[in-house]
């Protein structure tokens, strides 16, 4: 039985000080003793903020990017290093935003996803398709090439330290939620590659997260699909009473 893992992604949003308030509240509401595992994902400049509040919780801490190098002349980058001194255990990458605005590759996912596990970092590799391909039937291909190629050259057991996240670009921040059936249907043909690609044990026990406009109001139809194990959530995450209802949508499922 696979654990699910509710996932806030605060994109470019709270400072530092509005960080510490909304981290203040949801400690508050009680972190302990959840059935799920739970992780928030804020700028790098409030990890600190987070870490001091939250860092005696189990509430994971992860970046939303870094970089696939050590050190060195990369002005503006984050290390691997860097972030497990900061505490964080866990690194997004791949981010359709980060692949649409700043041009991330499949190679470079790659790159970041084999300097995080060598750092001990979980990589919560971020696919999905755009609504254009879709439409014109290309979807599983852009999902194969995006999922086989962030994982090139990694050995089984180091797939079975990675998160992957369905994010389908069309439903992020659109209010357009791909329904249960349909995010059921490629976690399923997620699962099927990763099997392929490694082995039915490893398959079954790799964490698939949804994407996408998920909210308190269908994180419990989308969490109750078989290869649904967990969301990352964008917008309903920087409100504390809207993720603390997700986060007990999961724990009733996974009781
Ligand atoms: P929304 O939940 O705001 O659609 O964002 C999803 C997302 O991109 C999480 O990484």
New binding site residues.
């Given amino acids: 039985m696979r654990k699910l893992l509710i996932a806030g992604?605060w994109k470019m949003n709270q400072t530092a000080s509005q960080t510490e308030a909304f981290c203040l509240e949801f400690k508050a509401k009680g972190l302990q003793g959840h059935k799920v595992d739970i992780l928030l994902s804020p700028s790098f400049t409030s990890i600190p903020a987070m870490i001091s509040i939250l860092g005696d919780t189990p509430v994971h801490v992860a970046a939303q990017d870094m970089c696939y190098e050590d050190r060195g002349a990369y002005t503006a980058a984050v290390s691997a290093e860097m972030l497990v001194d900061a505490k964080c255990s866990h690194v997004l990458l791949g981010?359709s935003e980060r692949r649409q605005y700043f041009h991330e590759s499949d190679e470079g996912v790659n790159l970041k996803t084999k300097q995080a596990l060598k750092y001990g970092l979980t990589p919560i590799i971020?696919i999905g398709e755009t609504k254009e391909q879709r439409e014109s039937n290309i979807m599983e291909e852009v999902i194969k090439t995006q999922l086989l190629g962030a994982l090139a050259d990694l050995s089984n057991e180091e797939i079975l330290k990675t998160v992957i996240a369905y994010?389908p670009v069309w439903?992020?921040?659109t209010g357009l939620t791909a329904t249960p059936e349909q995010a059921q249907e490629v976690h399923r043909f997620i699962r099927t590659l990763l099997e392929e690609r490694t082995d039915m044990e490893t398959a079954d026990q790799l964490q698939i997260l949804y994407?996408?406009?998920?909210k308190p109001t269908n994180a419990d139809a989308l969490l109750s699909e078989n290869d649904i194990d967990g969301l990352?959530?964008?917008?309903?995450s920087l409100k504390v009473n809207d993720f603390f209802q997700m986060i007990e949508a999961g724990d009733k499922l996974n009781s």
Wanted: proline share 0%.
């Fill in positions: 992604n981010h971020c994010e439903a992020i921040g994407g996408g406009s998920a990352l959530i964008g917008g309903a």
